[in-house]
């Protein structure tokens, strides 16, 4: 269908499921185990409810935010995703642009299918280079990690999303059932797959994860900001300014409380996130840890930022997410089934986004990001859980 009518997030789902092959559909849309985790991310927010205010000035409403001290026209970025070129063969490079065309900013893949030069150049070349963030998967071999992390500091990486909710590969077995299949080209360096599955059944996800070092911990914060400066040195960049770190991943208020303890190296932010409940299944999804973290450690909040990600699906997800404290919202699948229109689509899930964030807004009787409190919000249905 043109993509005129596509109208939400949910529509780029079903043109992208009847065009991507088996294999990319099994990746995209599997999840752990009983797909718990998964379908709670999104049913959550239909049990929040919003409390809208009447009778304020609304014309000028306006979305735009900030990530990191970055300007963005909306606090949604495109979560990072492995092998955007299931999809299209523009893969991560149309994300990229897309996001670059309507002003947001994006979390490039280890497990990207294009080569991390490759992206950035698609939207550096021009007048005005586009920032952009690298996801990391540390590799048991650190060296290749330094090495990866050297030249994201090159092509001027503006912050480390540190992914840390997957320590081993979760079981997705809508994956594993078409691994006979996987015969998948390499993923940018720094990650590396194997062409084999491994013992326990296989599966695009499986694969890809088995550089991964299971052993990582926190102690190894301060080596990844010291490779950074490395980083820095070695692209003859100055040093005093701090490359931010995002712990990707955090599912209890005591982890982003810890997180806290590793500001000096860089941690700015933490990600509640259960990587789209495809890593352990009943999990909980990111607004539980949200509001656990508001009862547990409500300092977090004026220290660092906080994302969440998982479900989003509408404008009205992404402003209950703010409204209850989390600075900015990720979006991971739908962004892989916009790609199904290539740049064009990415701009336009962007554009749906906006459009609805903007009258849900409107609706509650607020002009700016600024103003969304958790005065707006019920969430007596979710606080049993
Ligand atoms: C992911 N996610 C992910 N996360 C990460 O840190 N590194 C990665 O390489 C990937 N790869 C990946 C591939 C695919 C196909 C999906 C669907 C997800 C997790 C991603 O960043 C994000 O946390 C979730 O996708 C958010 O949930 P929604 O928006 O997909 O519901």
Redesign the pocket.
């Given at each position: 269908p043109p993509l005129e009518t596509i109208i939400n997030a949910y529509d780029f789902e079903e043109v992208c499921s009847r065009t991507i092959s088996e294999k990319a559909k099994a990746?995209?849309?599997s999840?752990a185990t009983d797909l718990i985790t998964?379908q709670m991310?999104?049913k959550i927010y239909s049990k929040i409810l919003f409390r809208p205010r009447v009778l304020r000035p609304v014309r000028d409403t306006g979305t735009s935010s900030s990530i990191l001290g970055i300007p963005t026209s909306l606090p949604v970025f495109v979560?990072?995703?492995?092998?955007a070129r299931?999809a299209h063969p523009d893969g991560e490079l149309a994300l990229a642009r897309g996001a670059k065309a309507e002003g947001i900013l994006q979390?490039i893949?280890?497990?990207?299918s294009y080569p991390l030069r490759e992206i950035v150049e698609s939207i550096s070349n021009s007048s005005s280079p586009h920032p952009w963030f690298l996801?990391l998967?540390v590799n048991r071999n650190r060296k290749q990690t330094e090495d990866l992390l050297t030249e994201a500091v090159k092509l001027g990486v503006r912050g480390i999303?540190l992914?840390v909710?997957?320590p081993v590969a979760g079981k997705r077995e809508a994956d594993e059932r078409l691994a006979h299949d996987i015969s998948m080209k390499a993923p940018i360096s720094g990650g590396g797959s194997q062409k084999s599955s491994d013992a326990k059944g296989g599966g695009l996800?499986r694969m890809?994860g088995l550089y991964i070092d299971s052993n990582l911990q926190w102690s190894d914060i301060p080596w990844i900001a010291k490779s950074l400066i490395q980083g820095q040195q070695a692209a003859g960049v100055k040093t005093d300014k701090q490359i931010p770190i995002v712990i990707?991943?955090v599912q209890t208020a005591a982890d982003a409380r810890f997180a806290l303890q590793y500001e000096k190296y860089g941690v700015k932010s933490v990600?509640l996130?259960?990587?789209?409940?495809?890593s352990l299944d009943t999990s909980p999804p990111a607004i539980l840890t949200l509001l656990e973290c508001w009862k547990v450690c409500p300092e977090i909040f004026e220290k660092l930022e906080v994302y969440v990600?998982?479900?989003?699906?509408r404008g009205t997800d992404v402003v209950k997410a703010l409204s209850l404290g989390a600075t900015a919202v990720?979006?991971?699948?739908?962004?892989?089934y916009s790609l199904a229109y290539g740049k064009d689509g990415v701009q336009k899930l962007v554009n749906i986004f906006q459009d609805e964030a903007k009258v849900t807004m409107q609706m509650l009787g607020v002009n700016s990001i600024g103003q969304l409190h958790p005065g707006l919000i019920n969430t007596r249905g979710i606080d049993h859980l």
């Open positions: 990746f995209y849309m999840a998964h991310n999104s979560a990072p995703a492995a092998m299931l979390v893949s280890t497990n990207a996801q998967y999303f992914t909710d997957c996800a890809m990707k991943g990600f996130s259960n990587h789209g409940g495809r990600d998982g479900g989003i699906h990720g979006v991971g699948r739908p962004f892989l």
